[in-house]
């Protein structure tokens, strides 16, 4: 079995054991690389149609090429799609000018609000552990309270795959398929099984977006990778920038547009 | 006049050419300037190779030659390696004049002096240059940071303003002056300054953005460009009349400009020419195939050998070294206008003709291996640097179709026609160099400059 294989056997492995355990159980679909591949994940462990709800929490500022995207592929593979929106809070105007409150409404609250509305016991999401520190503590079944509150200091141990979940009353656990993938094996993946991903992530003009949630909250990076293949080799080849950590990608990104925005590059 | 005064202040004005500073003293634009000129007198002054502010600037602070303090371009190959990075403060191997001068327990000033990012810690306050990321980490001490957000302060303009939108680039030049000049006044007067240094950044942008129009006399953007030059000057007033009428003071930029007539792609000549082969995509100006290149390029003029033993998949031979070197300067000065054949590059220098490790220039005889093979900054440097005729801007195109083109871009650096406005400190009359100044500085303020430092009298750089 090869890495692929083996990352693949145990998310499908995770999926199964959380639609065993989770009568009401959804499918967090961002629309981005990992989501999608997660809904990727969940087809294959069910032969190809998911028998649980896809829940995309919608801020109204998303790209357009991902709401056509959502909109092709939960027909094309016959989802049960709910899509979530803060009505009240976008009625109301709140919009990027403020960055975190715009989150925690829009995103945050908007999430709270379908689970109460669908009474969803448990989520499906595809974070990773190579994406940010914090991350490096969660679990693949990581119960949250009603605050949305992660106790990360108790966190129940996964020995032997055996995983804690019996949610307490008035919780919902999250399940983290993709937890062990990091970014290069998810695009290694992509590539292998050919799944569908917004175009957003392939370089146009120099630039493409390596990860994407709202347009006014997401900056392309410098890249001339217009294609699965050229992303793989863009992060095989960028070790040191990875290592450095995400401040410093950002500074070496902040310094490569000026240079280039003044002829150095 | 104030209680506290400096001792020593310096206004540095980045690519301001001698030429263009006289025609704007001529036509009124800067009546302090031309009051300052007419009792001071006004000369030119040489640059660096290459003549980017990075490598000038960095020249200026510790008064050594690149091949000393090892900054030779805004962007480097990381040595054994085909990966850039982007050389600063910290990756510079020489102290600069605000160290040299805190360890002799002065107080310093420096605000926006290129390359001075990461700020490194002073006797005084180091507020960083353009390409500091952010104003928590802009100054030392950190302190100095709350300050600036508090006024507004920017750390610079908006550099891609200039391709997308030229009024809007501009306001954002004055936005940018008014804040940094604020902070100057606020700083000049706070205590008695043993060295205060501010920079002015804009001016090398509305050359570089604007430098066209103002030839052209275009209607809207020539006014433009010389009112932003009328505003410095009215804060050059005010700093005058802060200062009593002794102070040391220089006034000077780093380098010149002149009109681009093309930018050229010059890894595409070296493409065409079979010296470098780039990647399907190139992903940074390194993306090249080192299997198969001989040779590859970095801005401006930069050419480095592909050699076995020193670049991971080097495949020149130490044999083949000079050879090559000199096969390469001759495919170079080949390179021709194609509009009028006029011949594009001036001179192809070797590393070691322009750069030297320690002592002065010419006191090493090296043999080609020793040059290839050299480590430290020195070894940093460019294999060959090819100098271009005024009007053509050496870029990259790695992946460019075509070896000439033009963009937003409109002015390029020059060499030798920087300015100089000296009073109270003594310059050297000949061949005054960026490189020559921060010994007067140090001696002034009754600092010993350390021992290896250049700019004295037989640790010049020759003119080409």
């Not at chain 2, 942008?205 to 809207?220: A, S, T």
């Not at chain 2, 021709?336 to 054949?341: A, E, F």
Request: glycine share 6%; net charge negative.
């Amino acid at each position: 079995m090869d890495r692929l294989d083996e990352l693949e056997s145990q998310s499908i492995y995770i999926i199964r054991e959380a639609y065993y355990h989770y009568k009401k159980l959804a499918v967090l679909w961002s629309i981005g690389k990992d989501s999608t591949t997660l809904v990727w994940l969940c087809r294959k462990a069910f032969f190809g149609k998911i028998p649980f709800h896809a829940l995309h929490i919608d801020t109204s500022y998303k790209f357009p090429q991902m709401y056509r995207f959502r909109d092709e592929y939960s027909k094309k593979w016959d989802m049960q799609l709910v899509v979530a929106r803060n009505e009240e809070a976008i009625a109301a105007g709140m919009g990027p000018e403020k960055k975190l409150e715009c989150c925690t409404a829009l995103k945050t609250q908007g999430l709270k609000l379908a689970i109460a509305k669908h009474g969803f016991e448990a989520l499906l999401l595809g974070i990773r552990r190579d994406e940010h520190g914090i991350r490096a503590k969660e679990r693949y079944f990581s119960p949250r309270d009603e605050q949305f509150k992660w106790n990360y200091q108790d966190q129940p141990p996964e020995l032997w795959d055996q995983y804690k979940n019996q949610a307490d009353e008035g919780t919902h656990i999250r399940v983290h398929p993709l937890l062990h993938w990091a970014e290069v094996d998810i695009w290694r993946y992509i590539k292998r099984e050919q799944i569908p991903i917004t175009e957003l992530y392939f370089a146009k003009d120099g630039k493409r977006y390596r990860s994407i949630g709202c347009t006014t909250c997401c900056n392309p990076v410098e890249s001339n990778a217009a294609t699965v293949d050229d992303i793989i080799h863009e992060l095989e080849t960028t070790t040191t920038s990875e290592r450095a950590g995400r401040a410093q990608d950002k500074e070496d990104t902040y310094t490569m547009q000026k240079l280039r925005a003044l002829g150095y590059m | 006049m104030v209680s506290n005064s400096p001792k020593f202040v310096v206004l540095s004005i980045d690519g301001v050419p001698y030429d263009l500073l006289s025609r704007l003293i001529e036509q009124g634009y800067m009546p302090n300037m031309a009051t300052l000129v007419s009792q001071l007198g006004m000369r030119k002054m040489r640059s660096v190779q290459p003549t980017v502010s990075c490598v000038a600037w960095s020249t200026y602070m510790t008064g050594m030659n690149p091949g000393k303090h090892g900054i030779y371009g805004f962007i480097d190959r990381r040595p054994g390696t085909y990966e850039i990075i982007f050389p600063n403060s910290a990756t510079r191997a020489t102290e600069d004049i605000w160290q040299l001068l805190s360890k002799a327990e002065k107080r310093v000033f420096a605000m926006n002096v290129p390359t001075t990012y990461p700020p490194q810690p002073v006797n005084g306050i180091m507020i960083g240059g353009f390409l500091s990321t952010s104003l928590e980490k802009v100054a030392y001490p950190a302190g100095v940071g709350d300050y600036l957000r508090s006024i507004g302060y920017h750390i610079d303009s908006d550099a891609a303003l200039g391709r997308s939108d030229k009024r809007a680039m501009i306001g954002d030049l004055h936005a940018t002056l008014e804040a940094r000049m604020k902070v100057m006044f606020h700083f000049l007067n706070e205590e008695s300054w043993d060295f205060f240094h501010t920079h002015i950044m804009g001016t090398d942008r509305i050359n570089h953005f604007l430098w066209g129009k103002m030839v052209q006399n275009d209607p809207e953007f020539a006014p433009a460009f010389f009112s932003y030059y009328h505003r410095i000057d009215e804060f050059l007033g005010r700093l005058l009349e802060a200062l009593p009428e002794n102070t040391p003071l220089m006034i000077f930029s780093d380098h010149g400009f002149c009109p681009i007539k093309y930018e050229v792609q010059l890894s595409r000549y070296l493409i065409e020419l079979g010296w470098t082969y780039a990647l399907g995509k190139p992903l940074h100006p390194l993306s090249i195939d080192p299997a198969k290149s001989r040779a590859y390029c970095l801005i401006p003029g930069r050419i480095f050998i592909n050699l076995a033993g020193r670049e991971p998949q080097g495949v020149v031979s130490i044999k083949q070294y000079q050879q090559i070197r000199e096969q390469l300067a001759a495919d170079l000065l080949k390179l021709q206008d194609p509009d009028t054949g006029d011949a594009v590059i001036r001179k192809v220098l070797m590393r070691e003709e322009v750069y030297w490790p320690t002592g002065s220039h010419g006191t090493h005889a090296l043999s080609p291996e020793q040059v290839a093979q050299a480590d430290a900054t020195f070894g940093k440097a460019a294999d060959l640097i090819a100098i271009p005729y005024d009007g053509y801007d050496l870029k990259l195109g790695l992946s460019d179709s075509a070896v000439f083109k033009r963009t937003e871009l409109e002015g390029m650096h020059t060499y030798d026609d920087a300015f100089m406005v000296a009073r109270g400190i003594n310059l050297s009359m000949d061949n005054l160099e960026i490189m020559m100044l921060a010994r007067p500085i140090l001696k002034e303020l009754r600092v010993e400059p350390p021992q290896d430092m250049d700019g004295s009298e037989d640790a010049i750089t020759p003119i080409f």
